[in-house]
């Protein structure tokens, strides 16, 4: 039995009956990583002394007992480096403090396990952007596992990781999994706390896991969620048992299809294949309904106009003066601040830095940053309308497949433009996930169902039914 082959519901069963222990599970991952990542690239960090510590006295009886978890590099972890991908903090911090998330993983008794790799500061669609290193996708490693999770989605695809935990602003959960065929959940914003996340986008960044089946999804989901003191964005409501709340069949579940998400530019086989999963929800009862988002068209340039100006002032706190990187040889503090932040920063990062000061700066803020809020209230409002008449929405996850490594890299537009099926969810605040639903050309494709704010439950026993139903999540890389 190859422990790190298993899924997390899987495992768990193994290891209460007694049939392995979870130092087992943490040497099996080890081996996996020694023989896989040199050519996947999906960690940037790894303590495997503290996990197998961890491990020895861990308590099966609990909900995660004993079972690892990976993180993703902009989640702090009490006295682990903490790089968000960037040179700007790579080898300069070490995290005092467990984030919120990572404290409820331990009280379920998991064990973060790993630091995957990201684009810097969660800023890209392709992990390219990562100032650390490359990672490639397991299907293809000539391919991109998506961004900016592609680590946390590349190590859960080939066996190096049971689970990992993602960061999702405009796509960044979803598309990954989608690229390296396994399931992505972004969680309805504030469901989950962002204490100890890093953040790129306040208004938009959510935490959630990614996994190899809905139902681990759903259990990672159920020990993360909830309301935090320490984030005043968390909502107050209840978490329910997600893992209970699957397995009914889909009969009176009605699934829109937003006409503005099956339109051209969509790869024919990426078609095919969510068009055949569609037909699968209607076989297992579901009904079909024609519905419209029609505020979807802007939503690309909105998010860019929005997440740009908020990481435009939360990456102000890096300058060089309390931590990350300083330059050296400074004349004056205006010389200091430069030089710092133009060696710290990568490309990508510091358009995104000038894009947003420029639509905050005066005589712009009103034409683009309020205008953008206005639009981003009609797409809120799009939402709400559309899931007064349906309960979930289906459609693409990505209007591709994996791109290959370094294609898109000297466009920014068009990668810009590769998140348009995810962006409007994060712009709603509402909750969305990828499943595997095909392949295309040999690249894994993904399927996104949407649900209403606090709607995962719908959206999980969907993807469940879906996935019970079918055999795509079974199929695994072989880097």
Not at 253 to 275: C, N, Q, S
Not at 357 to 384: C, K, M, N, W
């Amino acid at each position: 039995m190859d422990l790190a082959k298993l899924t997390m519901m899987e495992l768990r069963g193994v290891l209460r009956k007694g049939k392995a222990t979870s130092v087992d599970v943490v040497e099996a991952i080890r081996d996996a990583v020694a023989e896989r990542d040199p050519r996947v690239g999906g960690y940037i960090g790894l303590d495997f002394e503290t996990a197998l510590a961890e491990a020895r006295t861990a308590d099966a009886k609990l909900p995660m007992g004993g079972i690892p978890v990976a993180i993703k590099d902009l989640i702090n972890v009490n006295g682990q480096p903490c790089s968000c991908g960037s040179r700007m903090l790579a080898g300069t911090y070490r995290s005092p403090y467990d984030a919120t998330v990572i404290r409820k993983l331990r009280e379920a008794g998991a064990i973060p396990l790993g630091r995957t790799n990201m684009d810097e500061f969660a800023m890209g669609s392709s992990t390219e952007n990562s100032g650390i290193q490359l990672t490639r996708n397991p299907w293809d490693l000539d391919r991109s596992p998506g961004g900016s999770s592609g680590g946390a989605a590349a190590v859960v695809a080939a066996d190096m990781a049971l689970a990992s935990l993602g960061s999702d602003t405009g796509g960044s959960i979803r598309q990954p999994a989608s690229f390296c065929g396994v399931v992505g959940l972004k969680p309805t914003y504030g469901r989950v706390s962002r204490y100890g996340v890093v953040a790129f986008a306040s208004s938009l960044d959510q935490i959630g896991p990614i996994t190899k089946t809905v139902e681990d999804a759903a259990l990672l989901l159920g020990v993360i969620a909830g309301e935090d003191p320490k984030d005043s964005t968390t909502l107050r409501a209840p978490v329910p048992d997600y893992v209970k709340g699957l397995g009914a069949d889909l009969k009176g579940m009605r699934v829109g299809l937003p006409k503005e998400y099956f339109i051209g530019g969509t790869a024919p086989g990426v078609r095919a294949a969510v068009d055949a999963g569609i037909r699968k929800l209607e076989e297992l009862g579901a009904e079909l309904v024609e519905v419209s988002l029609p505020h979807t068209e802007p939503a690309v340039a909105v998010y860019y106009i929005l997440a740009t100006a908020e990481a435009s002032a939360n990456l102000a706190r890096f300058d060089g003066v309390r931590y990350g990187h300083r330059a050296e040889n400074v004349n004056d503090l205006a010389e200091h601040y430069r030089k710092s932040r133009s060696e710290g920063f990568g490309a990508e990062v510091k358009r995104r830095i000038i894009l947003g000061t420029y639509v905050l700066s005066s005589g712009y803020h009103d034409q683009y940053y309020t205008r953008a809020q206005q639009v981003r209230t009609l797409i809120r409002r799009d939402f709400e309308e559309v899931f007064a008449k349906v309960d979930i929405i289906a459609s693409p996850a990505s209007p591709t497949t994996a791109f290959r490594i370094g294609e898109l890299a000297n466009d920014p537009l068009h990668m810009y433009l590769a998140d348009v099926f995810t962006i409007a969810a994060n712009l709603g605040g509402i909750c969305g996930l990828s499943i595997p639903c095909g392949f295309s050309e040999s690249m894994p494709v993904g399927m996104q169902l949407l649900g209403p704010a606090l709607g995962e439950g719908a959206i999980l026993k969907a993807a469940h039914a879906y996935e019970k139903a079918t055999e795509w999540h079974k199929q695994r890389p072989n880097p």
